[in-house]
């Protein structure tokens, strides 16, 4: 089913935008692991909404509730089952899209496949609010990583035409990707943050959004994890990214960029350092082949522009089949990309902890 991922570990995502509950259950974590819950819980706070000016002014604790697999907070080899009980819905604000799609929204394919019967309100099934039940499980993977030293973080690559300072993909230590997430706005370059954050206010107050790109990397991986072809570490990794809604690419070290230079200039040289192998750069972004190289594993993703925005749009409508105009209601972020963070960070731990737990290097 599409809302399941994994192979060594199970991660199924349940619940809609507005329905009581959404949740997730986590299956095949090693039992014995102690969890820190506050710091899952500073965990999902990094991406809740209300936070500010510039995020949606829903209001949800996005506090996850445990119903099994932690026995005095410890992994007792049950599934680890969570929900989050959605408190402060507007379901009438969605009335209009019955009838009328968004743009660049999930509601036409959403109507398409299921005749008709999907839960229109908020985006259902397709509401980046499900990214919530993915930061729980990505939470805890997270720290089962990190005993591990295993460390991933991320920050805002760009917003707009504005970009930040990028991490360093040969010299990255955790330290250095673990600094953004301690700041009201992740970025490397505070200066360019507050760039950023007036071409938001901008789009804002214009009734538009924006997107940008998110930088992430996974510092402390050892060689040798994932495996050729379809169960490579790049592809699990861009499965897991791709459960995110607002995803539209990815790419690995020096991605896209790196297909107009010379194999001169994108190549690695390996050497020997402090009797270990490595290369002297990482264009290949930690991994080659779809096995991780021993270093740092650096990935860029795309996300789009907030689709559901103020200005006045073309659609349609089902009823009539006539072309007809759509001003979107409810409460939506100008730009979706600081809250995406912790979810591009929780999917990549998830991708990385399924393919370790089925190496002898867990």
Known sequence: MSSIYGKNIKVTIFGQSHSKAIGVSIEGLPAGIKIDMEELEAFMQRRAPGQGPFTTQRKESDRPEI???????????APVAAIIRNKDTRPGDYDQIRDVPRPSHADYTANIKFGGFHDYSGGGHFSGRLTAPLCIAGGLCLQLLRQKNIHIGAHIASIGNVSDTSFDPAGAE???IELPKSKPFPVIDDARGEQMLAAINEARLAGDSLGGVIECAVVG????????????MENCIALAVFGIPAVKGIEFGSGFAG????GSANNDPFIVE???IKTKTNNHGGILGGITTGMP??????IKPTPSIGVEQDSISYLSMENVKLSIKGRHDPCIVPRAIPCVEAAAAIAVLDRLLESSKY
């Open 221 to 232: 991986v050892p060689a040798g994890i994932g495996d050729p072809i379809f169960d490579g």
């Open 67 to 77: 119903l099994s697999g932690l026995v005095d907070n410890v992994t007792c080899g």
């Open 274 to 276: 402090e009797n270990r």
């Open 259 to 262: 297909s107009s230079l010379r």
């Open 174 to 176: 955790p330290a250095d």
């Open 297 to 302: 594993v650096i990935f860029r993703v795309a």
